[in-house]
């Protein structure tokens, strides 16, 4: 099984992944080290906002791609979380 999620740092960014192992993912994204200079190891760090399960990695990947092709955060916390504008 394969997860979609989006992770939400203190200052309301959100990123949008997808994985096969989400606990190892989010420790990945949560990362102290410089190395690379991702752009979630220099925003985190990162909570759990929300995870959708998926059969295969092709579906995983199609809904990862729908909800970045929303481009914007308010569209996420209507959508996906719930939450007032």
């Not at 993912?25 to 929300?50: E, I, M, Q, V």
Request: glycine share 6%; charged share 25%; aromatic share 10%.
């Amino acid at each position: 099984m394969f997860r979609v999620y989006v992770l939400q740092n203190p200052s309301g960014k959100f990123y949008v992944g997808q994985t096969d192992n989400l606990p190892a993912r989010l420790a990945n994204h949560n990362r102290s080290d410089k190395t690379c200079g991702k752009f979630t190891r220099k925003n985190g760090p990162w909570t759990l906002a929300w995870s959708e399960l998926h059969p295969s990695r092709t579906s995983a990947m199609a809904r990862e791609r729908e909800i970045k092709r929303w481009k914007s955060a308010k569209t996420i916390r209507l959508q996906l979380l719930g939450l007032p504008q």
